[in-house]
């Protein structure tokens, strides 16, 4: 039974999703990072929101962990480099608060706007200040979004429907897509010379940290009215500061800071600026939302392998997980193979596919014969971490798709080039494949030679010259180390050229057993591959 610790506030209908599945919880909120690493390595899962910090430190000592689940969008608290490295799954759920987010970002614009909340302060203690706040009309004005995704999205439609025009700036925005929303879409100076109020929508990575540098505002309209409720960092606080008083930012009004818990800020107290303390997501049904989604997620992928939401793996659907298991293992094994036979690593990898897998979802098969490519040399490799381990290492990696299959109805073949050395053949690739027939994968080629087999836990690769009695000399000699044969797959290029023995053994052969083989005058290569 899988076992999850929530380690953040979660509603009881989501520890019940968790239960009624099967899996075990543990709810322990509010550890340290030293009572969290005494007990990680206990659990499947992790569930989180903002609190709990899954730093590199906790990763490391999370030694069963296989996903990470954060009810929210944000990740910040997650060292998603150290759980990718790891082959730890993490999952957000990017949807579940979006309305909730939006809305809070017109309500700051409207509060900015109008000076609401200074309002409310003065007329409470019985100033009636109405002559100190002129506000300013939103319709009309041009709003300028940085990030149209998701959650800028529902601010457009929000603000389209207040009568502002929309322009946004997002790299990731198709022109097809901003007329679908019917915003314009353009670069970022043009956004800042345009906009008569900016709201943010982007996640805080390497390249959008400080997108409203001090000389970005700078470049802004006098008296534009700014406000993020995406992530601290995005914009240069003392500059935001300066630009308050001095006048040339109308307003501000900020749910997140670089530093948070913001007890202290250089915003803080500055002419027309308001502050919430993180509130985007903080409604009931926002709260709620994510922890249902976080659970069912994290379940999906526990139970049956479905990955849904993951910023560092392949999605795959709850329905396309049956399917495409078979084929994950075939690619796996395959990868293998040309891991353990490629003594002298390898420079190139492209992975072809053929006939019905090649119209599935082969993001996770191509993790999967990653995966199984690099264990022999990597030791600790999963799909979660092999995609990235291989773009790290400079391998080039490609794919190829056709729809049709010559021979069988799916086919996945391996090719891994490899350096030249003495042992290497004349190609400098090695070449795999094999398909799935009746849910099992099975090996149908080898160095371009037809040779159908299953595969087994250990199997004997032998690569020789075609001579007669060779085979008959294999069999005894296996016989005579005590080694029993489970199954014997042979293929040949022509009467006399290059042979390959596949051979399916019940245990480890000696090593001195490989030695003498090496030594055989026909014998071009040979090796124990375990599966």
Not at 17 to 29: A, H, P, Q, Y
Not at 57 to 76: H, P, Q, S
Not at 463 to 489: Q, R, S, V, Y
Not at 521 to 528: D, E, G, L, S
């Amino acid at each position: 039974m899988p076992k999850v610790l929530i380690a953040d506030d979660l509603s009881q209908a989501a520890v019940d999703i968790f239960t009624n599945r099967g899996i075990e919880t543990d709810i322990k909120v509010g550890l340290s990072k030293d009572e969290l690493i005494a007990i990680v390595d206990q659990y499947d899962g992790l569930a989180v929101r903002s609190a709990c910090k899954p730093d590199a430190d906790v990763i490391a000592a999370a030694t069963n962990l296989k996903v990470i689940g954060r009810a929210g969008i944000g990740v910040d608290n997650i060292d998603i480099k150290a759980a990718t490295a790891k082959g730890v799954v993490v999952m957000n759920t990017p949807f579940g608060n979006a309305v909730t987010t939006a809305e809070h970002a017109i309500a700051m614009m409207f509060a900015a706007a109008r000076q609401i909340p200074a309002a409310d302060q003065g007329t409470q203690v019985g100033k009636w200040p109405k002559k100190h706040f002129v506000g300013t009309e939103l319709s009309y004005k041009t709003l300028g979004l940085i990030g149209c995704g998701n959650i800028g999205a529902r601010v457009a439609e929000r603000a389209k429907g207040l009568t502002m025009k929309v322009v946004a700036y997002d790299p990731f925005l198709t022109e097809e897509r901003a007329i679908e929303l019917g915003v314009e879409k353009v670069d970022l100076d043009t956004l800042l010379a345009r906009a008569d109020v900016i709201t943010l929508h982007t996640p805080l990575t390497d390249q959008t940290r400080n997108i409203l540098s001090r000389e970005a505002l700078a470049k802004a309209k006098k008296g534009l009215i700014l406000v993020n409720c995406a992530r601290g960092g995005l914009v240069d606080e003392a500059a935001v500061r300066e630009m308050l008083d001095n006048g040339h930012l109308g307003a501000a009004a900020f749910d997140v800071f670089a530093e948070e818990p913001a007890k202290e800020n250089v915003l803080f107290g500055a002419p027309n600026f308001i502050a919430t303390p993180h509130l985007g997501a903080a409604t009931v049904e926002a709260q709620e939302n994510v922890a249902l989604q976080v659970a069912e997620q994290m379940s999906d992928y526990l139970l049956s392998g479905a990955v849904t939401n993951a910023l560092n793996m392949p999605s795959v659907t709850a329905d396309e997980a049956p399917r495409l298991k078979p084929f994950i293992e075939l690619a796996e094994k395959l990868g293998a193979f040309a891991g353990q036979v490629s003594d002298h690593g390898f420079e190139e990898v492209i992975i072809e596919y053929e006939g019905e897998v090649a119209e599935l979802n082969r993001k996770p098969v191509t993790a999967a014969a990653l995966s199984g490519l690099l264990h022999a040399s990597r030791g600790d490799v999963n799909m979660v971490s092999a995609p990235s381990i291989l773009a790290e290492s400079g391998v080039k990696l490609s794919e190829t798709k056709t729809e049709e299959s010559p021979v069988y109805d799916n086919l996945i073949r391996i090719k891994v080039k490899v350096p030249r050395t003495a042992n290497s053949d004349e190609t400098g690739w090695r070449s795999l494949a094999g398909t799935v027939s009746a849910g099992r994968p099975r090996i149908v080629e080898v160095k371009g030679m037809p040779l159908e087999g299953a595969f087994s836990s250990v199997m004997l690769y032998v690569n020789n010259i075609d001579k007669p009695g060779f085979i008959g000399a294999l069999g005894a000699m296996l016989g005579e180390a005590g080694i029993n044969i489970a199954t014997f797959h042979l293929g040949r290029q022509d009467a006399g050229g290059e042979a390959i023995a596949l051979i399916g053994i019940d245990g480890e052969p000696p090593h001195e057993l490989t030695a003498k083989l090496d030594a055989l005058p026909h014998v071009r290569y040979a090796k124990v591959l375990n599966f």
